[in-house]
């Protein structure tokens, strides 16, 4: 047997609008993980950054380059053959951009599978957290954007490229402006990006929030769920109106996909959905169920896998 046969070690990396992180495993044992700020100057940066994850997992775990057998990335936007492109939320990935080829050549050839991140964090929740009970699902992750996967019989559905992209449901026609240029789409009321511009352009208007006094305090550019969260114990009234107004998107755009799809099981996860936990996911499903046809809801859950969902998804896509 090889180094890099089925003794060796499998890298997942989850890469983000706002961090890369990647774990290194054996079997089902975490060795080692890292994770750092996703670059904001370009695809080349973020290939760097990822290849420097990997190395510090690997170190971490113990194991050497030559130990290691593959890679998994769940990456934003579409995805084809290692080529990421379409990805509003990370910065110079809107052009088709080679990442699988380009990171698989910085480890000395070592085998780089490439997936959509939310289809990834989906993969991981079907096999190893909330999802395994259930042969159909969908899986809904709210961080920086609002991304969608989809399973069906137990097997992701990928359509032609861009299946289960929830993000980009139509919850209000002519509505807010979506970062993919389109209108009224989820992503631009439940992004936490969409949710910091409209918070922008209400302030450019006069009204108050604590949102960006709390983000010079903790040294943050971004309206990060932590931040939201200090906001809302401070009672900040903007904060308050912009979480009602995701919950209520969400509900609409789930209610649609179920009405279209009948899934046994609808699983939250993503930035806010791990910091607000089980109040924040009901409070979707209780939207969601106004709407529903059916008279017999899915189970709706919070991604088991917390946040490790992309990142062990990425596992399982490398074959871990």
Not at 28 to 48: C, H, K, M, N, Y
Not at 86 to 104: A, D, K, T
Not at 287 to 306: H, K, Y
Request: include cysteine; glycine fraction near 16%; charge should be negative.
């Amino acid at each position: 047997m090889t180094e890099r046969g089925h003794d060796g070690v499998v890298a997942g990396v989850d890469l983000g609008g706002t961090k890369i992180q990647t774990i290194v495993v054996r079997g089902a044992e975490i060795l080692g993980q890292a994770r750092v700020p996703t670059p904001g100057d370009g695809p080349e940066a973020i290939s760097a950054a990822i290849l420097e994850t990997v190395h510090v997992a690997l170190d971490a775990s113990g194991a050497g380059e030559s130990s290691l057998r593959s890679v998994g990335i769940g990456a934003p936007g579409r995805v084809r053959e290692g080529i990421v492109s379409h990805s509003p939320n990370v910065v110079g990935m809107q052009e088709p951009f080679p990442l699988g080829p380009r990171v698989s050549a910085g480890l000395a050839g070592v085998p780089v599978h490439v997936d959509n991140d939310v289809t990834v964090a989906t993969l991981g929740e079907l096999e190893r957290g909330a999802g395994r009970p259930f042969g159909s699902l969908l899986g809904v992750f709210v961080g920086t954007g609002v991304g969608g996967g989809l399973v069906l019989d137990r097997t992701v559905w990928r359509g032609r490229g861009a299946a289960a992209e929830i993000g980009h449901t139509i919850v209000k026609p002519d509505g807010r402006l979506c970062g993919c240029g389109g209108r009224g789409h989820l992503e631009a009321y439940a992004g936490r990006a969409s949710m910091q511009a409209k918070a922008e352009r209400l302030v450019a208007h006069g009204e108050h929030t604590a949102v960006f006094d709390l983000m010079a305090r903790h040294g943050r550019d971004r309206m990060t769920s932590g931040i939201i969260e200090r906001a809302l114990a401070q009672g900040d009234t903007m904060t308050g109106r912009l979480m009602d107004q995701a919950v209520w998107a969400l509900g609409v755009a789930l209610a649609t996909a179920q009405n279209l799809l009948d899934v046994e099981a609808i699983i939250v996860g993503g930035g806010l959905a791990e910091r607000f936990g089980r109040p924040f996911v009901d409070r979707i499903a209780s939207q969601m169920r106004l709407l529903l046809f059916s008279p017999d809801p899915p189970a709706v859950l919070p991604a088991e896998l917390g946040d490790l969902s992309g990142a062990m998804g990425a596992i399982v896509l490398a074959g871990g």
